[in-house]
């Protein structure tokens, strides 16, 4: 049997396009390597799937997604963060918005959004091949012929999705297969790296802050004396290093730095400038002027990191705050608004959560996902250029270029 439309990659993208292509009547097989389609979706946002992101209209989206963000305003029009929301909950999904516009299920079971994916793809136009991965592409011009799978199945169709997705969360079968058979077809590959990564840091401070959680505090990177990026949020101090939000929103910035000398700045105070923080600073110790260093800041940090800023201040811990020079109390004000540690290393893929780099997009037409080197060619999610911060923009990705992609190729003649 020849298909009208051939999708590889079960993930998100995959199964968005797969439902969209049949609901509109074409035939369709879709094609996992692993023996059951979005693995990788059940781990998304700790288990819970943070879908989508309700805090921008779509122009303001797209910024969010950098210099690339522009491509993909047409798929954000066409499949907006309402539509989104709109096709889970019409499938029986009820969401709930959290802080910064993200959305998550009621649930907060991703279990649940699969679920709603696959009723999606359950349509007598939709057959679903699970457990062999596609070894070869067969080229016939500028168009794919067919999919030979690992087994040898011949697999033929009019056209073809790729929705692979890229390199991270490799355990889940995440390999970046395509890149190859894509680059040996003639499309350029902007050299993946990971994304939304922790990072090893150069510190033996970091035992003794390891899972001590900040919040809503300012994370900058520098490369030499540049700020190359800086974000706003939640972090976690870890066995090697950081992680947690901020970090991975700034580790796209860190990898491209890198291997150069990076370091991050803690700004444990960002609502607050320097000379108005030690105000505040001068106001609590006169509030608790008889007290001892180590307990007059325990109102300001954390058990743990107390200690630590005050040794690193050099001021004896026994001093009584009502003694402590200006001198003294502007090396406190410094390191907590520069609280900084050299950076080793970004996570590799088995940490990242999603991928920078893929399929240039200046080789795809945004309207449709179209390729623009093969005639029956479209491409969806993680496996194109395109990246964004944590909070649900990744997985918009996924639904608008596999919503577009499915549909375009389903009405292509």
């Given at each position: 049997?020849?298909?009208?439309?051939?999708?590889?990659?079960?993930?998100?993208?995959?199964?968005?396009?797969?439902?969209?292509?049949?609901?509109?009547?074409?035939?369709?097989?879709?094609?996992?390597?692993?023996?059951?389609?979005?693995?990788?979706?059940?781990?998304?946002?700790?288990?819970?799937?943070?879908?989508?992101?309700?805090?921008?209209?779509?122009?303001?989206?797209?910024?969010?997604?950098?210099?690339n963000?522009?491509?993909?305003?047409?798929?954000?029009?066409?499949?907006?963060?309402?539509?989104?929301?709109?096709?889970?909950?019409?499938?029986?999904?009820?969401l709930?918005?959290?802080?910064?516009?993200?959305?998550?299920?009621?649930?907060?079971?991703?279990?649940?959004?699969?679920?709603?994916?696959?009723?999606?793809?359950?349509?007598?136009?939709?057959?679903?091949?699970?457990?062999?991965?596609?070894s070869?592409?067969?080229?016939?011009?500028?168009?794919?012929?067919?999919?030979?799978?690992?087994?040898?199945?011949?697999?033929?169709?009019?056209?073809?999705?790729?929705?692979?997705?890229?390199?991270?969360?490799?355990?889940?079968?995440?390999?970046?297969?395509?890149?190859?058979?894509?680059?040996?077809?003639?499309?350029?590959?902007?050299?993946?790296?990971?994304?939304?990564?922790?990072?090893?840091?150069?510190?033996?401070?970091?035992?003794?802050?390891s899972?001590?959680?900040?919040?809503?505090?300012?994370?900058?990177?520098?490369?030499?004396?540049?700020?190359?990026?800086?974000?706003?949020?939640?972090?976690?101090?870890?066995?090697?290093?950081?992680?947690?939000?901020?970090?991975?929103?700034?580790?796209?910035?860190?990898s491209?730095?890198?291997?150069?000398?990076?370091?991050?700045?803690?700004?444990?105070?960002?609502?607050?400038?320097?000379f108005?923080?030690?105000?505040?600073?001068?106001?609590?110790?006169?509030a608790?002027?008889?007290?001892?260093?180590?307990?007059?800041?325990s109102?300001?940090?954390?058990?743990?990191?107390?200690?630590?800023?005050?040794?690193?201040?050099?001021?004896?811990?026994?001093?009584?705050?009502?003694?402590?020079?200006?001198?003294?109390?502007?090396?406190?004000?410094?390191?907590?608004k520069?609280?900084?540690?050299?950076?080793?290393?970004?996570?590799?893929?088995?940490?990242?959560?999603?991928?920078?780099?893929?399929?240039?997009?200046?080789?795809?037409?945004?309207?449709?996902?179209?390729?623009?080197?093969?005639?029956?060619?479209?491409?969806?999610?993680?496996?194109?250029?395109?990246?964004?911060?944590?909070?649900?923009y990744?997985?918009?990705?996924?639904?608008?270029?596999?919503?577009?992609?499915?549909?375009?190729?389903?009405?292509?003649?």
């Open positions: 049997m020849k298909y009208d439309v051939a999708i590889i990659g079960g993930g998100p993208a995959g199964l968005m396009a797969a439902g969209r292509a049949g609901e509109l009547g074409a035939r369709v097989i879709l094609i996992e390597k692993n023996s059951r389609a979005g693995i990788k979706l059940l781990a998304s946002g700790g288990a819970r799937c943070n879908i989508t992101n309700t805090s921008d209209e779509p122009r303001g989206m797209a910024a969010k997604y950098g210099k963000g522009k491509f993909l305003l047409s798929a954000l029009h066409r499949f907006s963060p309402e539509s989104v929301m709109d096709f889970f909950e019409r499938r029986g999904v009820k709930k918005t959290e802080r910064a516009g993200r959305v998550f299920p009621v649930s907060d079971r991703s279990q649940d959004v699969l679920d709603a994916l696959w009723k999606y793809t359950r349509h007598p136009n939709i057959e679903f091949k699970a457990g062999f991965p596609v070869e592409l067969v080229i016939d011009g500028r168009r794919i012929a067919k999919a030979v799978l690992a087994n040898g199945q011949v697999i033929e169709a009019d056209r073809f999705v790729i929705a692979t997705g890229g390199k991270s969360y490799p355990a889940t079968g995440s390999s970046g297969d395509a890149w190859a058979w894509l680059e040996s077809v003639g499309h350029s590959i902007v050299a993946p790296l990971p994304g939304l990564a922790p990072l090893a840091l150069n510190s033996p401070l970091i035992s003794e802050l899972g001590l959680s900040l919040h809503d505090v300012s994370i900058s990177a520098y490369a030499g004396k540049k700020r190359i990026d800086s974000r706003f949020g939640d972090a976690i101090f870890t066995a090697n290093g950081m992680s947690g939000p901020a970090i991975h929103d700034l580790s796209k910035a860190v491209q730095a890198l291997p150069g000398e990076v370091e991050i700045s803690i700004d444990f105070f960002p609502a607050f400038e320097q108005r923080f030690d105000h505040r600073l001068q106001n609590d110790f006169q608790n002027n008889n007290k001892q260093l180590r307990n007059g800041l109102t300001l940090l954390a058990p743990k990191i107390a200690p630590v800023i005050i040794r690193l201040s050099g001021i004896d811990p026994e001093k009584r705050v009502n003694q402590i020079t200006k001198e003294e109390r502007l090396r406190l004000v410094s390191l907590l520069d609280f900084r540690f050299k950076v080793r290393s970004v996570g590799g893929f088995d940490k990242a959560i999603v991928t920078v780099g893929g399929v240039a997009l200046s080789e795809v037409v945004p309207k449709t996902m179209r390729s623009l080197v093969m005639d029956n060619l479209y491409l969806a999610g993680e496996v194109l250029d395109l990246d964004g911060p944590t909070g649900g990744n997985l918009q990705i996924c639904w608008s270029t596999g919503y577009v992609a499915g549909e375009s190729a389903a009405l292509a003649h």
